[in-house]
């Protein structure tokens, strides 16, 4: 089974628009974390931020917020005011307890900020 | 500090030959991810180590590869015969002990071609 779904494969928004791109995970541990990465044209990933299971505060750093919601088994990125270098492939990703470091990425999400 | 280093960075070979990619991890850092990255696949973990030693090489694809760490600073992933189904890009990611889990640090990546 996928353990994390990443269902919009590629988004085109115009410059200055809010975009929300959509994460769900699948995991049976009760202590896990999830985590999101933005993979620039470059193609290094960068570590975005990291969230464990018991922590359902949503979390806003300057243009970026995170809605995480445990009853929805969801992690969604929301971007407010987009800008062309926001242009990436964003990737979420999940941890579980039992399986100690091993991070599983989804497919990710290929985001156009056109300007 | 120098982040996480790979070569190179591209590699192109014909089927059958042996490719060898190198990674030089963060000082400091205990666990070593070697990933790869298809358009098909997405990012899959091929193995990780900590402290050197492997801990899940569940992702090798098959026999045909291999990965070794002999030193702290120092991992090589090989892959004997190459096969054109193996080309990707490789990435190699390190992070900290487990207070940090989930924060890798990636490499600009190995992007591998075999003819």
């Known amino acids: 089974a996928q353990k994390v779904t990443q269902a919009q494969t590629e988004i085109s928004v115009v410059e200055k628009e809010d975009v929300t791109l959509d994460c769900v995970y699948e995991?049976?541990?009760?202590?896990?974390?999830l985590f999101w990465y933005k993979q620039p044209p470059s193609g290094e990933l960068v570590f975005l931020i990291r969230?464990?299971?018991?922590?359902?505060q949503n979390e806003i750093s300057g243009r970026y917020s995170w809605n995480f919601q445990k009853s929805t088994s969801s992690f969604n990125f929301t971007i407010t005011a987009s800008q062309v270098v926001d242009s990436a492939v964003y990737f979420c990703?999940?941890?579980?307890?039992?399986?100690?470091?091993?991070?599983?990425f989804g497919k990710g999400t290929r985001l156009h900020i056109l300007p | 500090d120098a982040g996480v280093i790979q070569s190179p960075r591209h590699e192109v070979t014909e089927m059958g030959q042996e490719v060898t990619l190198r990674c030089k991890p963060i000082?400091?850092?205990?666990?070593l991810f070697w990933y790869r990255q298809t358009m098909m696949r997405g990012l899959e973990l091929l193995i990780y180590?900590?402290?050197?030693?492997?801990?899940?090489d569940s992702g090798m694809p098959e026999d045909r590869f291999s990965a070794k760490m002999p030193n702290a600073s120092f991992s090589t992933l090989k892959i004997q015969p190459s096969e054109p189904r193996d080309s990707a890009v490789y990435f190699c990611?390190?992070?900290?002990?487990?207070?940090?889990?989930?924060?890798?640090?990636f490499g600009e990546g190995s992007r591998l071609t075999v003819l």
């Open positions: 969230r464990n299971s018991f922590d359902e």
């Open positions: 990611a390190s992070s900290l002990a487990p207070e940090n889990t989930g924060e890798l640090f």
């Open positions: 000082s400091g850092h205990d666990y």
């Open positions: 990703a999940l941890s579980e307890e039992h399986r100690d470091d091993k991070i599983i």
């Open positions: 995991t049976r541990d009760t202590t896990y974390y």
């Open positions: 180590f900590n402290n050197n030693v492997p801990i899940d």
